[in-house]
Each structure stands twice: as structure tokens, then as C-alpha cells.
């Protein structure tokens, strides 16, 4: 397999001190390029009057493994110390990524006496007999719940409650950076249906709207779909709409390269998974051929001689039978939301011309770009260090900004097709290329324009 290109996921603050030499800063930046790592900062930290020089380094590995190899080819050049070496993604969630702040200054006995009580007893009195009332004088009106029950977190699997906290709060913070939303992960110890259900509903009164995250298939899509139909604010499942959304706007954009129109091309999607589902039901929606669109499990084609079909596999089960291979064939898109490596350079050969992939398996894709770079009209993948990132944070920040500027109750397919052409909207025709059709996460745009095409949708 193709090496992974170093990144900040798995970056190393290293601190050395070695003698005030020529040649000695030469060796070591010599010896962890021979490592594949990439250097970064070189910061000189102290030099002492016997001739010692303290640095901190920081460098990105491609693996924790590769890693190791760095801090052991250091420590075999001679007089070279290692002094600290700190993993710096871990150093960063040390302590947690989020806190609470109040909005108000609580500096005397008139600010306490308004903030709470017993002035705070005339508000609550005001919302009890008006219950509109709590989204103005709330924070409901501004605030998201983050949830999950560990069973799918993001492509590592059934890690529990306390094992997917991490990816919580950084959801969080994504919300706060790019649409200004206050959120709170929640993490549930449950992985029963019923009890996820009972409990959001439980804690709805705070928020104004609900993101569920890496609950696993097929459980997700009932979960979901009560929720949206007992509670009066929107429900959004990411894993599947926020993909769903951002591959659609892909999609848009790479068609006008290839210039072929959306109902006449043959789909694979890899993957019967959340995403899998919501790409395909989508790509309905926008005008895709549901006889040409071929979803495919670790099986194989999903058929209708396929056992134990879910209800969401059958509403995509065709005739047709055979491998993933063999789906491939004289494909116009392939979409992966599966697993590494299972796609070949034969099976991208095998495809109609032009043929647009979107690999998106992570870390790890089901191929990696390199090996087909000469045989495809469009790549993307949900890596950040190769063009077109398929990346989420494109959609949900805006998504719910929207939502909840408008106080919508549910967030609609239609809704979720406009914010897709909003994306690829953001991307002007003389722009448009291969290695860009999709805004950069980093767009100031993007959330303002998924919001407001949200808004829109809503009250048209």
C-alpha cells in the first residue's frame, strides 16, 4: 500500500539537547526525513554556557508507529538526548476541548438578585405560562445537543459512551467556530433503542435542536425517525445527512467537469451503512436513476436474493447480483463509505469514461488516489491532506444555523438538497477543476450559504 502522507494527527513535540556543533541539527533533521517524518517547527528553547543547545522539534508521523521509528533514530545518534517527547494531539485533548462561560458579569447584589434568585423566579414563572417564552429567554434558541451512544465511532467501531467523548466535544467546537452555535456533548450509556429515545426526549426543554453521531445501522434510522416524528425540533443524524449533503455537492461540481447529467449515470455506493443509505436516498432526490444506483455491502450487490435484508437495503435491492467488481463495471461514480483498500486499479479500468471516485473510507480509503491518478476524471476522499475533502463540517454548522434561525421543527430532504447546491454554488465555474469541486472546511461562505438556503427551503 501507498505510504500515508505525514499529518498533524499524529504530530510530536520533541525537546533534544545536544552539543553546539556544525553538522549536529544537520544529522538530526537528516535522520527523521530517512524515517519519512515530516519536520516541522525548529524552536530554540536554551543555550548553555557549556556549550549545550536545547530545541524543541515538532514533527508529523503518518502513523503512532512511525512515530516511534522517529524517536528511536534519534536516540541512536551519538550525544543527541531526548528530553520530552509529547504526543501533541493528545496534549491538546488533555483536560478536555471545551468549558462553559456565562454571558453576564455577576459583580453585586443586584446582578445576582437578576441572574437568579429571586428575580430568576418571575422568568420561569413568564416561560411555565408561555412556553414560546423559552426560546428568548433561554439559551434553547442558540444551542445544540450533541449525541451518540459509542456504537460507531467514526470508523474504529463500538467504543462506548466515555470512548466517544473526544469526537463529541469536537463536534462541539465545530459548531462554535463555524455558525457560533453553543453545544453540549451528551454520551449515553445505552445502547437501547427505546432508552435512547425516552432519554433525548427526556432532555429536549434545553435545546433547540438535536445532532445525533455514530450510532450505528440500522438502529440509527429508527432512532432518528421517532424523534423527528415526537419532538418539535429538528433532529439531524450527521453520519448519514451531513455525508449525504456534502457528497451531493461533489457530485453536482464533478458532473459539470465530466459534463454528464445525473439521471443517465450508473452509481456505486460501497457501504449499507447510515451514509450508504442517505447518499443513495439523495442522489434519488437530486434525479439519479434509482435502477442505476448499486449499493453493495461486504457481500457483494445488494440483490433481492440477498438474506436477511434490512428495510433500508431493500428499498435499494436490485436484480442484479455479483461482486463489488463486478458493479464496477462501466460504472459512471464510485462513492466508498466502506472500508480500506478494497477497491483495485482493475476495477477503476473497468468503469465508463471519465469515471468519478470518491473514496472516503478513514483513514485509509478504499484506494488510494496515487494508483489511479492517471485513470480518473475526479478524486476526492475524506482525507485533508489530498484535494477535495468530503468533510461534514460543511454541512451541520450551517445546517442548524439555519434551522434554528428560522425555528424550523424538522429538517427536510429538500432542505437537505439545497444546502448541497449551496455548497457547490460556492465554487464559480472559472474555479472549477479536477482537484477542486469542493469548498475548502476553512470557506467563510459555506455556513452562511447552507443556512440561508436552509432558511429559505423552510419558509417557501
Do not use: W
Not at 284 to 308: F, M, R, T, W, Y
Not at 320 to 347: E, R, Y
Amino acid at each position: 500500500m501507498v505510504k500515508l502522507t505525514p499529518n498533524a494527527s499524529y504530530s510530536l513535540a520533541i525537546r533534544l539537547s545536544y552539543p553546539n556543533q556544525v553538522g549536529m541539527l544537520g544529522k538530526i533533521t537528516s535522520a527523521i526525513a530517512q524515517c519519512g517524518g515530516s519536520l516541522g517547527d525548529i524552536l530554540l528553547e536554551n543555550q548553555t554556557p557549556a556549550g549545550q543547545v536545547q530545541r524543541q522539534l515538532i514533527v508529523d508521523a503518518y502513523s503512532g508507529e512511525q512515530g516511534e521509528e522517529v524517536l528511536e533514530a534519534l536516540r541512536q545518534i551519538p550525544q543527541v538526548e531526548i528530553l520530552e517527547a509529547l504526543d501533541r494531539t493528545f496534549e491538546l485533548h488533555r483536560g478536555g476541548k471545551l468549558h462553559t462561560q456565562s454571558r453576564i458579569a455577576v459583580k453585586s447584589q443586584s446582578d445576582l438578585a437578576m441572574a437568579y434568585t429571586p428575580g430568576v423566579g418571575r422568568v420561569c414563572r413568564a416561560i411555565a405560562q408561555d412556553p414560546e417564552k423559552v426560546f428568548s429567554l433561554t439559551i434553547k434558541s442558540n444551542t445544540v445537543a450533541v449525541i451518540t451512544d459509542g456504537s460507531a465511532v467514526l470508523g474504529l467501531g463500538n467504543l462506548g459512551a466515555a470512548g466517544a467523548l473526544p469526537v463529541m466535544e469536537g463536534k462541539a467546537i465545530l459548531f462554535k467556530e463555524f455558525a457560533n452555535l453553543d453545544s453540549f456533548p451528551i454520551c449515553l450509556d445505552t445502547q437501547d433503542t427505546e432508552e435512547i429515545i425516552t432519554t433525548v426526549k427526556h432532555i429536549a426543554p434545553v435545546f433547540g435542536g438535536i445532532n445525533l453521531e455514530d450510532i450505528s445501522a440500522p438502529r440509527c434510522f429508527e432512532i432518528e425517525r421517532r424523534l423527528s416524528q415526537e419532538l418539535e425540533i429538528p433532529v439531524f443524524h450527521d453520519d448519514q445527512h451531513g455525508t449525504a449533503i456534502v457528497v451531493m455537492a461533489a457530485v453536482f461540481n464533478a458532473l459539470k467537469l465530466v459534463k454528464k447529467a445525473l439521471g443517465d449515470l450508473k452509481i456505486v455506493i460501497n457501504g449499507a451503512g447510515a451514509a450508504g443509505i442517505a447518499i443513495g436516498r439523495l442522489l434519488k432526490q437530486a434525479g439519479a436513476n434509482p435502477e442505476q444506483i448499486i449499493l453493495c455491502d461486504s457481500k457483494g450487490i445488494v440483490s433481492e436474493s440477498s438474506p436477511h435484508l434490512t428495510p433500508e437495503k431493500q428499498e435499494f435491492a436490485t436484480k442484479q447480483t455479483g461482486s463489488l467488481a463486478d458493479a464496477m463495471n462501466k460504472a459512471d461514480i464510485f462513492i466508498g463509505v466502506s472500508v480500506p483498500n478494497i477497491v483495485t486499479p482493475d476495477m477503476v479500468s473497468s468503469m465508463a469514461n471519465s469515471p468519478i471516485i470518491m473514496a472516503m473510507s478513514n483513514p485509509i480509503p478504499e484506494i488510494q488516489p496515487e494508483l489511479i491518478s492517471d485513470q480518473v476524471a475526479v478524486m476526492a476522499t475524506g482525507r485533508s491532506d489530498y484535494p477535495n475533502q468530503i468533510n461534514n463540517v460543511l454541512a451541520f454548522p450551517g445546517i442548524f444555523r439555519g434551522a434554528l434561525n428560522c425555528r424550523a421543527s424538522s429538517i427536510s430532504s429538500q432542505m437537505c438538497l439545497e444546502a448541497a447546491s449551496a455548497i457547490a454554488s460556492l465554487i464559480s465555474s472559472e474555479e472549477l477543476a479536477p482537484n477542486y469541486i469542493i469548498p475548502s472546511v476553512f470557506d467563510q461562505r459555506v455556513a452562511t450559504a447552507v443556512a440561508k438556503a436552509v432558511e429559505n427551503t423552510a419558509r417557501n
